[in-house]
């Protein structure tokens, strides 16, 4: 029998009934404001005249174009070591694609720590003790608040991660200057008698010394001090490392090449449709200050190969070059031979004129001629030189130069080895009048290039390159410089005719990156040192790779002959 009540339709209560038809309401409007049913009907309607082999995988590359794009969901740092055993920091970044986490790139980059000035046997332990707490620190951030900072965002957007990088770091110098403030005025009320004795001390022995100078025989004026390093803060190499991994991951997203997003980065808009590669300075022999030899002034013997040579046929002839060399050097029974961490034999020589023999010979055997199959640049390391107690440069053991002397050293050396075309910090940076001379007298036959002389990019960035005694600055891709950063620097020096140089720092990684850096921002060279070590070889394998996609793409320029910049014998404004 009958109860008297009415059954809801499907069996359903009328609460639930209304409650199924909300959902659908609800599902219908979600579908409508996504435009499912539009992309649905779009993709069937069009697929079955398509026909394709793989129904499923035609739908989801149709659908992968409405995919909202990936974003950073974290940033993991863990500690590695470089090429030279010493800690750096890995970081590895994942992003969310597709409503799912997946890992897209590993970077790693050099944590330099070193101030060639002021480097000694001395100071090597407190580097190494430095370095560990740099990657102590950067560890803390990158996995610490950088990880926080950083997620959501898509890594396409470099600007606005680059900025957010660089404003951290200056809220870590700011928090660090009112720390040692707060430090300093402890120590003054504490001690401050001894904290006054403490400063005064070393002025008085700094007035000393040059008055004792002065004793000599010939007038010489009394060297410029060395300037006071730049400071260096720990964990900085978190804001490049971070940097450049989200430039990294852009690119595998993209399923570009690295070298073009740089590209696109610098120009604000679509890659240039040709590019040129950089010329490769590559390291020969050295013989400097560690060399063992009488000889301290070549701290590398630097061979550039023609410019009309494709990047393949340059690295073939200077292997070759080099295997030549290896055969002359092993020949000769005299001397100290070892292989330097710059990727090339480090020999010593008595002679100035022995390294240029042994490379004209290697030549002769390949019939190369220097000074047109290949030139040379000699990188002098000044600053490695400078005896500061009787204020002049060993150059050989026993032979010594006052800042002025170097000039007529150097026009002779540059009118006897015409196959000279570059000189790599030839005086100290504190020896400005001389550097300006020597680059008003010879800078219409070979480059002026600061490698240790020149600034960090971070002073270049706020101060520019300062003056015109410099043809070219030699700069790494370290610590607290972002790929931003980079960029700008490049641009301020295309401005002042000032070639950008690329350059791989103390423990160097495999990471081969700077390739494309160089080739994204128009380098006239790159600097990686010789064609040993696998940190070295990794970059001019991908550079040799680059030159390969170029071409199949029809996209590869010609460098052109070299062109000196010519320094103004006007004093430039110092402002």
């Known amino acids: 029998m009958s109860d008297g009540r009415v059954p809801s339709s499907n069996g359903r209560s009328t609460q639930q009934a209304r409650d199924f038809h909300q959902l659908k309401q609800r599902a219908v409007e979600y579908y409508r404001a996504n435009s499912v049913p539009q992309r649905m009907q779009e993709v069937l309607n069009?697929?079955?005249?398509?026909?394709?082999?793989?129904?499923?995988?035609?739908?989801?590359?149709?659908?992968?174009?409405?995919?909202?794009?990936?974003?950073?969901?974290?940033?993991?740092?863990?500690?590695?070591?470089?090429?030279?055993?010493?800690?750096?920091?890995?970081?590895?970044?994942?992003?969310?694609?597709?409503?799912?986490?997946?890992?897209?790139?590993?970077?790693?980059?050099?944590?330099?720590?070193?101030?060639?000035?002021?480097?000694?046997?001395?100071?090597?332990?407190?580097?190494?003790?430095?370095?560990?707490?740099?990657?102590?620190s950067a560890l803390e951030w990158i996995n610490g608040p950088l990880n926080s900072l950083l997620q959501g965002l898509l890594p396409a957007n470099q600007t606005k991660v680059d900025k957010l990088l660089s404003e951290y770091f200056q809220r870590k110098l700011e928090e660090d200057e009112e720390q040692r403030k707060k430090d300093t005025d402890v120590e003054e009320i504490i001690e401050p008698e001894l904290s006054i004795s403490t400063t005064t001390a070393p002025i008085v022995d700094k007035k000393k010394k040059p008055l004792k100078g002065k004793?000599?025989?010939?007038?010489?004026?009394?060297?410029?001090?060395?300037?006071?390093?730049?400071?260096?803060?720990?964990?900085?190499?978190?804001?490049?490392?971070?940097?450049?991994?989200?430039?990294?991951?852009?690119?595998?997203?993209q399923n570009t090449s690295l070298y073009l997003h740089i590209a696109s980065l610098n120009q604000e808009e679509e890659p240039p449709k040709e590019m040129r590669m950089p010329l490769p300075m590559i390291s020969l022999l050295s013989c400097g200050k560690l060399s063992g030899g009488k000889?301290?002034?070549?701290?590398?013997?630097?061979?550039?190969?023609?410019?009309?040579?494709?990047?393949?046929?340059?690295?073939?002839?200077?292997?070759?070059?080099?295997?030549?060399?290896?055969?002359?050097?092993?020949?000769?029974?005299?001397?100290?031979?070892?292989?330097?961490?710059?990727?090339?034999?480090?020999?010593g020589f008595d002679q100035t004129e022995q390294p240029f023999e042994v490379i004209q010979e290697a030549c002769n055997a390949l019939e190369l001629t220097l000074g047109e199959d290949l030139h040379l640049i000699l990188n002098c390391a000044a600053h490695e030189l400078m005896d500061y107690e009787k204020e002049k440069y060993e150059i050989l053991i026993g032979v010594l130069k006052h800042p002025d002397e170097m000039?007529?050293?150097?026009?002779?050396?540059?009118?006897?080895?015409?196959?000279?075309?570059?000189?790599?910090?030839?005086?100290?940076?504190?020896?400005?009048?001389?550097?300006?001379?020597?680059?008003?007298?010879?800078?219409?036959?070979?480059?002026?290039?600061?490698?240790?002389?020149?600034?960090?990019?971070?002073?270049?960035?706020?101060?520019?390159?300062?003056?015109?005694?410099?043809?070219?600055?030699?700069?790494?891709?370290?610590?607290?410089?972002?790929?931003?950063?980079?960029?700008?620097?490049?641009?301020?020096?295309?401005?002042?005719?000032?070639?950008?140089?690329?350059?791989?720092?103390?423990?160097?990684?495999?990471?081969?990156?700077?390739?494309?850096?160089?080739?994204?921002?128009?380098a006239r060279f790159i600097k990686l040192g010789g064609l040993c070590h696998g940190e070295r070889v990794a970059k001019y394998n991908r550079l040799m790779a680059i030159e390969e996609e170029l071409a199949q793409r029809g996209a590869l320029g010609h460098a052109a002959e070299h062109q000196f910049p010519v320094i103004s014998e006007e004093e430039p404004d110092p402002n």
């Not at 026909?51 to 950073?72: E, M, R, S, T, W």
């Not at 090429?83 to 890992?103: D, H, I, P, Y």
């Not at 292997?319 to 005299?334: E, R, V």
């Open 215 to 253: 004793k000599s025989i010939a007038p010489e004026k009394p060297i410029k001090p060395l300037e006071p390093p730049e400071p260096f803060f720990p964990g900085g190499v978190a804001i490049g490392v971070v940097s450049l991994a989200v430039a990294k991951a852009s690119v595998k997203l």
């Open 407 to 522: 000039i007529e050293l150097y026009t002779s050396l540059v009118e006897k080895y015409p196959s000279i075309i570059g000189l790599i910090d030839p005086l100290r940076k504190e020896d400005e009048e001389q550097w300006f001379k020597l680059s008003c007298l010879l800078s219409s036959q070979c480059y002026f290039l600061a490698d240790a002389a020149s600034r960090s990019i971070d002073k270049l960035i706020k101060d520019g390159p300062g003056g015109n005694r410099y043809s070219g600055l030699i700069l790494k891709h370290t610590n607290q410089t972002t790929i931003s950063d980079f960029i700008q620097v490049a641009k301020l020096m295309e401005v002042q005719d000032c070639r950008f140089i690329p350059g791989l720092g103390d423990g160097a990684t495999t990471d081969d990156s700077i390739a494309d850096i160089a080739v994204g921002l128009r």
């Open 46 to 136: 069009t697929m079955f005249y398509d026909n394709p082999d793989d129904v499923y995988g035609h739908l989801a590359n149709y659908f992968a174009n409405f995919a909202k794009p990936a974003a950073i969901s974290r940033i993991v740092g863990k500690e590695i070591l470089d090429a030279e055993g010493q800690r750096t920091v890995e970081v590895e970044l994942f992003c969310t694609v597709k409503n799912f986490e997946k890992s897209i790139c590993f970077t790693t980059m050099s944590n330099c720590c070193r101030d060639p000035h002021y480097t000694t046997q001395d100071t090597m332990d407190k580097e190494n003790e430095l370095k560990k707490v740099s990657v102590q």
């Open 295 to 347: 000889l301290k002034l070549m701290k590398e013997v630097i061979g550039v190969p023609k410019p009309s040579l494709s990047y393949k046929q340059s690295l073939k002839m200077m292997m070759d070059l080099q295997q030549q060399i290896t055969k002359w050097i092993f020949t000769q029974k005299s001397g100290p031979i070892a292989m330097s961490p710059m990727g090339c034999w480090e020999k």
